[in-house]
């Protein structure tokens, strides 16, 4: 290879390794940005357990307490960003394991973003589509799949929903969770270890849903009191899953984009020895030829005299 072809090569590697850089530098400030505002569920949920002093509604016979079909609904969160490693099929494996020997007929999908539907498109699967996860509009998508799942629930077109989405354990790793999302009988249920229940124990309720005419005035039906914090509670979860595959997402490309960036290097290393080398051996050339050139005008010199 010409030493012209080596350093343009070299070139190449050395912008290609800068924009690595730059990419991974760029995934790890959005993680550490977001990571500190996941700190503000906590104050949602302290404020959220309070509504459950009120009432419990456990023991309502409603479609959002107990499962009223026997069609499982999966939502399955994969990212549309590139480097991502196997990030997106993780989650698409672990969606098929939950199906296990159910037909697709008693099966329910609910795909977020383009690489897993189209995925599943490809396996011929039918599904209802939702936009990958834009950060300017996570509630927005939050409410949009929560209206669509809650009433696909009530509708009795689905019972038990669960999520299946990447979940960041570190900054250097990820893992696929799974969720229950609905029914959320645990969710009214003091006795249940739910998040709301830790919350509210040692305060109780204040009374049963059957004999709640008799101790409150609710101005409101059960059953809609039970729909709207049932409402509430599937749109923040979906908030927090949507924010953790966000910071998933930056942690895998920061991760897969370091990977790269050490590849590169490597082979940017080697394209230097070529380079050097090639170098070298041009100069050597360049001498050997002046070498030889004065040596055979010396002769000529010579024979003239």
């Known amino acids: 290879m010409q030493l012209s072809e080596i350093r343009k090569k070299l070139r190449f590697q050395t912008e290609l390794l800068n924009l690595i850089d730059t990419l991974k530098n760029i995934a790890a400030s959005q993680y550490h940005f977001m990571e500190k505002e996941k700190e503000r569920f906590d104050r949602f949920m302290d404020a959220f357990a309070g509504f459950f002093r009120v009432v419990n509604l456990v023991e309502i016979d409603d479609p959002l307490v107990r499962a009223a079909s026997d069609v499982q609904g999966i939502v399955v969160v994969t990212s549309d960003s590139g480097f991502m490693g196997g990030l997106n099929q993780g989650v698409l494996r672990a969606a098929t394991e939950i199906q296990g020997d159910r037909p697709d007929t008693k099966v329910s999908l609910v795909v977020i973003g383009d690489k897993g539907a189209t995925a599943l498109g490809d396996h011929g699967r039918a599904f209802r589509f939702f936009n990958g996860i834009d950060r300017e509009r996570i509630y927005e998508q939050a409410v949009e799949i929560k209206d669509f799942v809650v009433r696909e629930v009530l509708q009795r077109r ?76 599937v749109t923040s979860k979906l908030y927090e899953i949507f924010e953790d595959s966000k910071l998933a997402e930056f942690s895998a490309r920061a991760m897969h984009l370091e990977g790269s960036f050490d590849k590169v290097q490597k082979e940017q290393k080697k394209i230097k020895h070529q380079a050097f080398k090639a170098a070298h051996e041009q100069i050597d050339k360049g001498i050997r030829e002046s070498f030889a050139g004065t040596k055979s005008n010396r002769a000529a010199h010579r024979q003239a005299g």
């Open 158 to 233: 689905m019972g038990k929903v669960v999520v299946v989405y990447p979940k960041p354990v570190s900054f250097a790793s990820q893992t696929i969770e799974t969720i229950n999302l609905l029914p959320c009988a645990e969710l009214f249920d003091v006795r249940a270890e739910s998040a709301v229940a830790a919350r509210v124990e040692g305060r109780g309720f204040m009374t049963e849903a059957r004999r709640a005419a008799r101790r409150l005035i609710v101005e409101s039906s059960l059953s809609d009191m039970l729909e709207y914090l049932a409402g509430v509670w």
